[in-house]
């Protein structure tokens, strides 16, 4: 599935937060702005419902655009802050040499060769960050957590 995200404009932008690097690592934007990413979104949750062994309409997905353009990275961070009950990643566009996902936890450090069209979940207590972009086009994910539903 191919998703368009260079229609953005900051008028799609809802806000931006983690700003390390001279960047901003989160995008939030409206769904309305990028339809494409509902069937994205959908899956995700599902896909949670099953690792998580929980119905789908009990969980909560809270997601965010991540774009990396060339030289940069993302800094060691957790999810960890609130009720996340797992986390991850959908990758909408990979170029090679774009940078690894760095998982870390209890001493064991595991790298990831993300590619277009992949998801990675992982507990929102694992220590992540991605390497640095060394392409020539920017790698565009999305990132999200998954909690339980309000009732």
């Known amino acids: 599935m191919r998703v368009r995200v260079e229609r953005l404009t ?3 932008v809802v ?36 690792i998580l062994m929980r119905p789908k309409n009990h969980l909560a997905l809270g997601w965010w655009l991540n ?11 957790m999810h960890d802050d609130a009720d996340e009950l797992l986390s991850g990643a959908y990758y909408i566009d990979v170029p090679p040499g774009s940078g690894k996902l760095l998982l870390v936890r209890d001493n064991r450090r595991i ?26 086009r920017a790698r565009i994910s999305v990132g999200f957590n998954v909690g339980l539903a309000s009732t």
């Open 10 to 12: 900051d008028q799609a």
């Open 15 to 50: 806000r931006r937060n983690h700003y390390l690097g001279g960047r901003y690592e989160n995008i939030y934007v409206s769904l309305e702005s990028i339809p494409e990413l509902r069937v994205i979104l959908d899956l995700a949750t599902a896909l949670a419902a099953h």
């Open 67 to 77: 774009i990396m353009q060339p030289g940069e990275r993302t800094f060691p961070h």
């Open 111 to 136: 790298e990831v060769e993300t590619h277009t069209g992949m998801f990675v979940f992982f507990s929102p207590g694992v220590l992540h960050q991605v390497t640095r972009n060394e392409s020539d």
